[in-house]
């Protein structure tokens, strides 16, 4: 492994050597692809051909021999992606700017679930509150949800990293996950040890519309419904203001932006809070779809949306957002044929494979960490 | 405040200085008397002697994760891996859960006429020990490209999937209707150790399992010692200092790296056997990812890289979790009104002793001689300019 690196001579069976480069070089470029197309194209076969058992009638099995169970995967996958999609910006922007992993930020978008699910019995929201109002206190819930996210994530940076940016970058890996376990600590004694549901306030699993057999279920539409403007307004934030700049310069190279007069300590605060309301969106939009909360969800997610990041590439909003929707597409794959106790397994196998073909992931660029 | 650290620092020189050459070994001799006369100071089968016995093995593990993050450098966040390995060894080497087996080896009269697998425990600790050091490199093989925080990602990883199939094992066939774990049921009635001419271990009696662990420990912070000052240890401080500085010096780095892998997970599946015999089941749902963070917690509270803090750390975070929360705190939330129990919010607690820790004293308890000199370079710094802004005569030299 570290002659490729370090070696400055080539040994004598230069040939050998040159192809197995060649094919690292392969693998590197289309392992992972091949790895993320392989479920999909295999089940698409399997539907096709053994076909799949689609309902009962008259106690006989009804078998189809079409694509159509694959593109319900497809969308639960995506619309779960989304919720991961948003989780993934996060975790980039953070790992963007300081190098930083924050387990803690899977926990964040706990609180934002927790938080939300709190303030929908504050607005008096149920199933029996009507459409307008209905989505004028979702709207606020949002926006609330976001705004004590992304200040719970500014404060964990101000309390557990700031100290500790001139550490060992050991030290911020290990307080985040201590910070990771207190919120979970908090999560347990504010709603319990075990999931709660919560109201159904938007029907979630109620059809909208039907395409190729697929239905679209109203929790997908929700789902896209926040990710894609939150992104967009995101992206055109790092990329039109002034603000958005510094983050960018604070994350090429913080000492010349320190230099350039940019305020360091700010941006950094600026993006955790940045990261933390995407998360908190992202907890809202979970309580509505999977309309059940539990102490023990951020971290599932966390893990997932790191997943998600680094397939994407760290570093990389729009990485991040790919990432996010693939991820989410191979966890529903696993969840309806593996069946949902592997699914877990399944996502952590995916991670090691993108760490072992191509860890600077789809859309990154070398890092010194994954070099 | 700097003053009086290094007044502090000065006092400790010159009580080291008087000290003679062979008081270190003397108080080794003395702490491992201490350690074997312990037990009849407490009743046989006291709380406080159930603590010890964990404590002592959760020093075990934390020795065994120290080779890995605080000689190598290399962050596991996937450590309950050898766990769950070393307690499925003793799972499937010494109980009847292989029903269709017959193998006895060394066991005591009674097992040796059960069916499955019943070794002597020796043989299992030796066994859990390769099985983990065979899955410690695996899991490092490919973590060999990255640094930082990307091997503390796929150690996690690692240490996810192997819980996932530990809890999921009872669907997994090996032939003859027998399944790879028993999931969250557990498999139980597994052996208590057995030696020829003691007999066989029982829960009654804790001080037989004390010495065992005791004489465990003895050996994993022996062969810590010896691999700290060998050749193989000196090159895991370079890889972890600088490793192109290391790899140019001729150090290979696949073999170091593999190498701290596999010996850290031997001793954690050395006392992960231990744990599947003295809680009598080997259940899935022990094998949580909490786990591998209080191993990890440990390691940091006593300083990283530094082996008798492994051992105090290890000790400190053993008699909290299993004496003092459980025995002496838990009712406290409720004296000032909460309704819950210390007991629920013990990992938050671990979680707010790793902030505080890293924030106010990140080297530690005993921190390494070589790690506290890397973090005090910075207050030395201070005491030169000290020296330098107030003239040869007035700073502490």
Redesign the interface.
């Known amino acids: 492994?570290?002659t490729t690196t370090?070696s400055p001579t080539p040994s004598p069976p230069a040939v050998a050597a040159r192809s197995l480069a060649a094919v690292r070089r392969y693998a590197g470029r289309w392992g992972l692809i091949a790895a993320l197309a392989a479920l999909p194209i295999y089940y698409g076969i399997t539907d096709l051909t053994n076909g799949y058992q689609a309902g009962f009638v008259a106690g006989h099995a009804v078998i189809h021999h079409d694509l159509s169970k694959l593109g319900f995967n497809f969308a639960t996958g995506l619309s779960n992606g989304a919720i991961w999609a948003l989780i993934a910006i996060g975790y980039t922007l953070v790992y963007g700017i300081i190098?930083?992993?924050n387990f803690a930020h899977g926990d964040v978008f706990m609180i934002g679930s927790f938080t939300s699910v709190g303030l929908w019995a504050v607005l008096g929201l149920g199933l029996t509150t009507g459409a307008l109002g209905l989505i004028g206190g979702l709207i606020v819930t949002l926006i609330i949800a976001m705004l004590v996210t992304g200040s719970l994530n500014v404060l964990i940076e101000r309390?557990?990293y700031r100290?500790?940016r001139s550490?060992?970058?050991?030290?911020?890996?290990?307080?985040a996950?201590?910070?990771?376990?207190?919120l979970?600590?908090?999560g347990?004694?504010w709603r319990g040890?075990s999931p709660q549901s919560v109201p159904d306030l938007i029907r979630a699993q109620q059809p909208v519309f039907t395409i190729a057999g697929v239905p679209i279920l109203r929790g997908y539409i929700l789902a896209f419904a926040v990710m894609i403007p939150l992104v967009f307004a995101l992206t055109w934030f790092i990329n039109r203001t002034r603000a958005g700049r510094a983050m960018r310069a604070t994350a090429q190279d913080p000492e010349a932006a320190r230099l350039m007069g940019i305020n360091v300590n700010a941006t950094i605060s600026l993006t955790f809070l940045l990261g933390g309301m995407l998360a908190g969106a992202a907890g809202l939009v979970y309580a509505l779809y999977e309309t059940n909360i539990w102490y023990f969800q951020g971290?599932k997610a966390g893990?997932i949306a790191?997943t998600a990041a680094?397939m994407g590439g760290i570093g990389n909003v729009r990485g991040a957002v790919l990432g996010g929707l693939i991820i989410g597409v191979i966890q529903a794959l696993a969840d309806s044929r593996l069946g949902p106790?592997?699914t877990?397994?399944v996502v952590?196998?995916y991670?090691?494979a993108i760490?072992?073909l191509r860890?600077r992931g789809l859309l990154g660029e070398e890092t010194?960490?994954?070099g | 405040m700097t003053k009086l650290r290094a007044r502090l620092r000065g006092w400790r020189a010159a009580v080291e200085k008087r000290l003679p050459p062979w008081s270190s070994r003397a108080m080794a001799v003395a702490l491992i008397a201490i350690g074997i006369v312990l037990p009849f100071l407490f009743s046989s089968s006291s709380a406080f002697m159930n603590a010890t016995i964990i404590a002592v093995t959760y020093a075990v593990m934390s020795l065994g994760l120290n080779v890995v993050v605080g000689f190598a450098g290399l962050?596991d966040?996937g450590y309950v891996a050898f766990y769950a390995l070393g307690a499925y060894s003793l799972g499937w080497l010494g109980s009847g859960f292989f029903f269709k087996a017959q193998v006895h080896a060394l066991v005591s009269p009674v097992a040796s006429t059960l069916p499955g697998v019943h070794l002597n425990f020796i043989l299992i600790l030796i066994a859990a020990a390769l099985i983990c050091a065979g899955a410690g490199v695996v899991i490092g093989l490919?973590?060999?490209?990255?640094?930082?925080?990307?091997i503390?990602?796929?150690t996690?990883?690692?240490g996810?999937?192997i819980a996932?199939?530990a809890?999921?094992g009872q669907s997994i066939h090996v032939g003859g209707g027998m399944t790879l774990t028993a999931g969250n049921l557990g498999i139980s009635a597994v052996d208590s150790p057995y030696f020829p001419g003691i007999g066989s271990f029982n829960l009654l009696n804790l001080r037989p399992w004390y010495w065992l662990i005791f004489a465990v420990l003895l050996f994993v912070l022996f062969v810590n010692l010896r691999l700290r000052d060998s050749r193989l240890g000196r090159a895991w401080i370079a890889l972890r200092e600088d490793e192109?500085a290391a790899?140019?010096m001729g150090i290979p780095?696949?073999k170091t790296k593999l190498l701290a892998y596999a010996i850290g997970a031997a001793f954690g599946g050395m006392a992960g056997a231990f744990f599947g015999t003295y809680y009598t089941v080997v259940n899935a749902g022990q094998f949580q990812?909490?786990f591998s963070?209080f191993i990890?917690a440990m390691v940091?509270i006593g300083g990283?890289g530094s082996i008798w803090g492994a051992v105090v750390g290890g000790l400190v975070l053993g008699y909290i979790n299993n004496y003092i929360i459980p025995n002496v705190l838990n009712n406290l939330p409720a004296k000032f009104g909460f309704h819950?129990q210390l007991t629920?919010?013990e990992?938050?607690i671990?979680?707010?002793?790793?902030?505080i820790m890293?924030?106010l004293r990140?080297q530690g308890l005993i921190p390494e001689r070589r790690r506290r000199l890397e973090l005090t370079a910075g207050i030395a710094a201070e005491d030169a300019q000290l020296v330098e802004t107030q003239g040869p005569a007035g700073g502490p030299t």
Request: proline residues 5%.
């Open positions: 492994m570290e370090i190098e930083l992993i309390v557990a100290p500790l550490a060992p970058k050991l030290a911020a890996l290990i307080t996950v201590g910070f990771s376990f207190i979970q600590n908090v347990l004694l040890g971290f893990l790191f680094v106790q592997w877990e397994a952590f196998g991670l090691i760490m072992v860890p010194r960490e994954a | 962050l966040l490919p973590t060999l490209r990255l640094r930082g925080d990307y503390a990602v796929v996690l990883a690692f996810e999937i996932e199939v809890v999921n192109v790899v140019s780095l696949v990812f909490g963070i990890l940091i990283i819950f629920a919010v990992f938050g671990f979680g707010f002793l790793l902030v890293m924030v990140p």
